[in-house]
């Protein structure tokens, strides 16, 4: 084989006779999409490709195929090359005959083939493993995937119980002194990183297989490298633990995360310096929120300024953790970064006006920001020495975690709507026209160098529902779920917000509230008045609760602009819960799907690993699905449908409901929340 061509996209759109369309980017390799039914003609390119590629070589041919049990033809159409080194396409009009209405699961590939390309460029190596690490507010968890993207292996290290040492609850310290405040302390997720590799190793894992390692940390939460930590990074010592070297390595010992809720000031005067909230919000994707990484540093620097200047580098928990695996300063990547109020996220790179609004030198301190799916280097010495890693194994960017469970859940359509059920909910998606506004976040994709991901965080979700479980349901999930079971939707107009910590969607205290709408059917609202009570008996609290948190969810979904599902992809621990799903699918009306892995962060981490290391392998970006390609129901990837979508005479009614529940948050927010 001659040399590697470097690959760069080709848009090619298959167009329907009525007109609607589907863009593909072929990246000089085999590239799979859905098909999506009737006679469509095939424009080869938007323009004719007359880029320049390295040598002589030419474009010998586009070729696409449709399989399915009904129809199987391959066609081919050759291009010309009118100078010497230019390949292009002819730019010409190709008919893809109709499949037949009974085929399921359609699809089409298209290749562009070159002198020196074979389709082996853009796959795994076959004995290859790829690892990813899920650094989440509870646990560090590990995920192991083999060339055919299944699971090989799977291990966690829960931080209350098995590092009790730290005496940390749910993985946590709240501090009474300072309001808000929630930080963890930073050297239990070094010593966690060990523990994990020993429970693989114990597992048999071959390390010397595994290719490349990335993964995903807790969005937001910072890290603060003691100035002189670099050198202790390079000289780590194998025959130690991790624990033992870095102890000393940190400014400050405890990292604020996601959870903190104490920097309300500097948000304010953040937004000021650049012109207002959503100033903010246009510039960095999000106004100013509490937990967000710049108005922590900006804490910082004002409360203990010699903190800050014997800061070295300040991490995210993502970077953090590649710190660690590469023995030097990892990068922040570009989606990662944009959850922290400071990155410019149409540019991608830090923003001039944001950082002197936060603090002074503070992009020699953040170091250079890299694109998610770069490489951040080899592993380090440490663990090749001490868990046999090959001295090759590429760390691919650590990014945030909601991120990896886009990648995870392999999301790439807008009518794809994701629900996160985890410590925090989550509800997200991806569009190619973001517009940032007062509430929600945009990010860069991790997996698309073209598209962004938009997305609602509830600070209030797992731990709230363990809460009302124990109260109200003898702290079993059964009898909630019995509860849930025997309770009638819409819950005879009773509506509850419930609120342990200080919520960021709404911007509420911590309390609970409870209403009922008198004689509410869900025909219609007029007429009928709310009352606040103190308290419903256990089946409406728990009813209460669950339709409250997912009509939430629909509102601010809708309100933000997301588009209304086709189909919805639950993840997170209580994605496992049915009657929790069916919920979902009554209030909003579509399918649910999950994932064989309630854990698509991991997952996730594990999918871009081997994505970095494709890209690498090739030179630069390839899309996402030239991992799966067609191959997606032999993977670990696959989606099944959990729950049918929900009664449409009832989701009218639900959307009664959640009017009303609208008008009471909102006076709640005039009254109660945080401007």
């Not at 944001?354 to 920001?369: C, Q």
């Not at 009813?543 to 979904?557: D, F, N, T, Y």
Request: net charge neutral.
């Amino acid at each position: 084989m001659g040399a590697l061509l470097q690959p760069f996209p080709v848009t090619a759109t298959l167009v329907s006779p009525m007109g609607s369309s589907l863009q593909i980017c072929i990246h000089s390799g085999l590239v799979v999409g859905d098909e999506f039914g009737g006679r469509y003609s095939a424009l080869p390119l938007k323009k004719p490709l007359s880029t320049k590629w390295p040598g002589d070589s030419k474009v010998n041919e586009l070729r696409y195929h449709l399989g399915s049990k009904n129809y199987d033809r391959t066609r081919r159409d050759f291009g010309s090359n009118t100078k010497k080194g230019t390949p292009h396409l002819m730019n010409r009009q190709h008919t893809i005959p109709k499949l037949s209405s009974t085929s399921k699961n359609r699809r089409f590939s298209i290749r562009v083939s070159m002198g020196s390309f074979s389709v082996d460029d853009l796959s795994l190596h076959h004995d290859s493993l790829f690892l990813g690490f899920d650094g989440s507010t509870q646990s560090l968890k590990a995920t192991v995937l083999d060339s055919n993207l299944n699971i090989v292996t799977s291990q966690l290290v829960h931080f209350d119980s098995e590092l009790p040492h730290y005496k940390t609850q749910d993985g946590v310290y709240r501090d009474p002194s300072v309001n808000g405040r929630i930080v963890s302390p930073t050297i239990m997720w070094v010593e966690a990183l060990d523990l994990v590799l020993q429970k693989l190793s114990k597992s048999n894992l071959d390390f010397g297989k595994i290719a490349a390692v990335s993964g995903s940390g807790q969005q937001h939460g910072s890290v603060y490298w003691k100035k002189g930590s670099s050198a202790i990074l390079s000289s780590l010592d194998s025959k130690k633990p991790l624990v033992d070297q870095l102890s000393d390595a940190f400014s400050i010992k405890e990292s604020p995360i996601w959870m903190d809720s104490s920097t309300t000031a500097q948000c304010r005067e953040i937004e000021k310096a650049v012109g207002g909230a959503l100033e903010l919000s246009k510039l960095t994707g999000s106004r100013g929120y509490e937990r967000f990484t710049g108005p922590q540093i900006r804490r910082l620097f004002e409360t203990q300024p010699d903190l800050y200047n014997n800061t070295d580098r300040i991490s995210l928990v993502s970077s953090f953790m590649a710190s660690l695996l590469i023995g030097a300063y990892a990068s922040i990547d570009e989606t990662d970064g944009a959850g922290m109020n400071l990155m410019d996220i149409k540019q991608r790179s830090w923003s001039k006006i944001v950082l002197e609004a936060t603090a002074p030198g503070l992009e020699e301190k953040l170091g250079k920001l890299a694109p998610a799916y770069a490489v951040s280097g080899q592993i380090c010495s440490y663990f090749v020495e001490r868990y046999n890693f090959n001295k090759d194994c590429l760390v691919i960017q650590w990014s945030g975690d909601n991120p990896n469970s886009l990648a995870g859940l392999t999301l790439s359509t807008p009518g794809d709507l994701a629900i996160s059920l985890g410590t925090s909910d989550t509800v997200f998606g991806i569009t190619k026209d973001p517009q940032p506004r007062l509430e929600g976040h945009v990010f860069p994709n991790p997996v698309d160098t073209e598209s962004y991901m938009v997305m609602l965080v509830y600070k209030n979700g797992s731990l709230m529902r363990e809460d009302v479980r124990n109260r109200c349901a003898e702290k079993s999930w059964d009898v909630f779920n019995k509860f849930l079971q025997q309770s009638p939707p819409l819950n005879g107009g009773k509506l509850g917000f419930y609120y342990k910590e200080l919520e960021i969607l709404p911007p509420l205290p911590v309390g609970f509230h409870r209403y009922i709408i008198e004689n509410f059917t869900g025909e219609t609202l007029e007429g009928l008045n709310e009352h606040e009570v103190q308290e419903f008996d256990p089946p409406s609290e728990v009813r209460a609760l669950i339709e409250g948190q997912i009509l939430s969810m629909r509102a601010h979904s809708e309100r933000f602009g997301m588009p209304s599902p086709k189909r919805i992809i639950a993840t997170g621990g209580a994605s496992a819960n049915q009657t929790i799903l069916n919920s979902i699918a009554s209030i909003f009306g579509c399918d649910v799907f999950t994932v064989q892995q309630t854990d698509s962060a991991s997952l996730g981490a594990a999918l871009r690993a081997a994505h970095g290391w494709l890209c690498n392998k090739k030179g630069s970006f390839v899309p996402f699905s030239c991992l799966y390609g067609d191959k997606m129901e032999k993977t670990s990837l696959t989606c099944k449908l959990a729950v049918t979508a929900g009664d449409q005479q009832l989701v009218s009614k639900y959307s009664l409901l959640m009017k009303k529940r609208m008008d009471i948050e909102n006076r709640l927010v005039q009254k109660l929340g945080r401007c």
